[in-house]
């Protein structure tokens, strides 16, 4: 069974760097016939989608986050992982990662990591 | 922007049907999807690609889309049911993902 697992510093200095890796295990990363994503989620507020990448590189982010951003995998390690620069509070949140169904950006996130909470302070 | 809009809440006696709705424009040509989050946990994609159930999910719930307006509904509701329910989907136009902002259910 597949199973995404988040990891990383659970607390991070503003203006900083916030580093998390998603390991899979149950299946490949390399699968052609999925995506995957982050999200985060503020304490007591919505789901926010972060960005998302193929195998390939490919990837896409959200318009809010893009100059920020860096999202990149690795298939020897079977895992993808997010960076996120000159992080204040508002980046304090749960992170997940996820996977997509199938190999279209439309597709709904079928399997998500447990998250992690991301705590940015000084 | 692409904007998903639900209501913040919604209150729902035991038994009884639990309505909860997305509004978009043009929500008819997106593959919309729906899921479920309970608190602590992550959450649970209950409703894919607009009104199919994935496997494992009760036939308690249900979708369905109809201009600019998208309904989760979940009969015979049960206290298990609560949670904040998120509906998504992909805009093309832009190439990024978009989550309404939760709706919380409440089973009084």
């Known amino acids: 069974q597949l199973q995404l697992q988040e990891s990383g510093p659970g607390l991070v200095k503003p203006s900083e760097t916030l580093s998390l890796s998603c390991t899979v295990s149950g299946g490949s990363v390399s699968n052609s016939s999925h995506y995957w994503g982050w999200i985060r989620q503020p304490p007591g507020k919505g789901l926010e989608w972060i960005g998302g990448i193929y195998y390939s590189g490919s990837s896409y982010y959200n318009p809010s986050l893009k100059s920020r951003v860096t999202i990149s995998v690795d298939t020897s390690k079977n895992e993808f992982s997010l960076k996120l620069n000159s992080v204040t509070a508002a980046d304090t949140a749960i992170y997940y990662c996820?996977?997509?169904?199938?190999?279209?950006?439309?597709?709904?996130?079928?399997?998500w990591g447990q998250g992690t909470l991301v705590t940015v302070s000084s | 922007s692409y904007v998903l809009t639900q209501p913040p809440s919604v209150s729902v006696a035991p038994g009884k049907t639990a309505r909860i709705t997305c509004e978009e424009n043009?929500?008819?040509?997106?593959?919309l999807h729906w899921y479920q989050q309970k608190p602590g946990q992550a959450p649970v994609l209950v409703i894919d690609y607009d009104t199919d159930r994935p496997s494992g999910i009760p036939d308690r719930f249900s979708a369905s889309d109809s201009g600019n307006t998208a309904t989760l509904s979940i009969t015979r509701v049960e206290a298990g049911d609560e949670a904040d329910y998120y509906c998504?989907?992909?805009?093309?136009?832009?190439?990024?993902?978009?989550f309404g902002g939760g709706t919380k259910l409440t089973v009084l």
């Open positions: 043009n929500i008819g040509n997106k593959r």
């Open positions: 996820a996977r997509h169904r199938e190999q279209l950006w439309s597709s709904p996130l079928d399997s």
């Open positions: 998504q989907v992909w805009d093309f136009s832009s190439d990024h993902m978009v």
